[in-house]
C-alpha cells in the first residue's frame, strides 16, 4: 500500500466545498443514498488510499449502520464533522464513545 494517503469530506455543497481549497476531495451529495454509495467506494479496499473520511453529522446521522461499520477498522477512520447548519453533537459522542473504549473509563 502506497504511503499517499488521500482525506475525503463528504456532504453538502456549502459544508464541504471550502474543504477543497486544504486539499481535500469533496464529495459533495445531499441524498443518504448517495453518500452511502460514496462510502461504500472508499471503504472498499481503501479506495485511492483514502486514510480519513469526514462526514456530516447530517449524513451521518441517515446511515447509522455504515458509521457503524467504521468503528470495527482502523483505516479509513471516519469522523463525524457539523455541516453549514451547525452541531447535531454526533461527532463529540463518537470521539467520547471511541475514548472511553480505548481507556476503559468515563471521560465527561
Known amino acids: ?8 469530506v463528504i456532504g453538502d455543497k456549502d459544508s464541504v466545498t471550502a474543504f477543497k481549497v486544504l486539499g481535500l ?3 459533495i451529495c445531499d441524498d443518504p443514498a448517495d453518500a ?5 467506494e472508499l471503504k472498499r479496499g481503501f479506495k485511492d488510499n483514502y486514510a480519513v473520511i469526514y462526514i456530516t453529522e447530517q449524513l451521518a ?3 447509522p449502520d455504515e458509521v457503524a461499520a467504521f468503528r470495527e477498522i482502523a483505516v479509513p477512520a471516519l469522523i463525524l464533522i ?4 451547525g452541531s447535531l453533537g454526533l461527532g ?6 471511541a475514548a472511553e473504549r480505548a481507556t ?3 471521560l465527561f
Not at 457539523?82 to 447548519?85: L, M, R
Not at 463529540?92 to 464513545?97: P, Y
Open 61 to 63: 446521522a441517515k446511515l
Open 92 to 97: 463529540l459522542e463518537t470521539l467520547t464513545a
Open 82 to 85: 457539523p455541516s453549514k447548519g
Open 25 to 27: 476531495n469533496a464529495f
Open 104 to 106: 476503559g473509563t468515563k
Open 36 to 40: 452511502k454509495q460514496i462510502l461504500r
Open 1 to 8: 500500500m502506497s504511503d499517499n494517503y488521500k482525506i475525503a
